[in-house]
């Protein structure tokens, strides 16, 4: 059974960081494609990035240059660290998998249970 656990979302303010985990386990985590994505309330989730099992990635443009993804194989742990954090990055932010390659589309099989962060100005 899979299972993505996040972790690390909370409140800062405007201008700070915050680093997401996400924990997967239950299949062969290396192979698939992660995503993470997020939600505010009254909005569609939208994808803000993504990573293959090769370490190529895909970024919204609303958060290139300040959000990067990354993963670490050995412990089944893809990662979101977000820089430079503004009021409009408050979300639920969820974790994803899949064997296909949806990259930042919301279509992945496997979700998380979400982590909130919230960004005040």
Avoid: H
Avoid at 30 to 45: D, I, L, N
Wanted: hydrophobic share 30%.
């Amino acid at each position: 059974q899979v299972q993505l656990v996040e972790s690390g979302g909370g409140s800062v303010q405007s201008g700070g960081s915050l680093r997401l985990s996400c924990a997967a386990s239950g299949y062969t985590y290396s192979r698939y494609c992660m995503g993470w994505f997020r939600q505010a309330p009254g909005k569609e989730r939208e994808g803000v990035a993504a990573i293959g099992s090769n370490g190529s990635t895909r970024y919204a443009d609303s958060v290139k240059g300040r959000f990067t993804i990354s993963r670490d194989n050995a412990k089944n742990t893809v990662y979101l660290q977000m820089n430079s954090l503004q009021f409009e990055d408050t979300a639920l932010y969820y974790c994803a998998a899949d064997q296909l390659y949806w990259w930042l589309l919301p279509k992945y099989t496997y979700w998380g249970q979400g982590t909130q962060v919230t960004v005040s100005s």
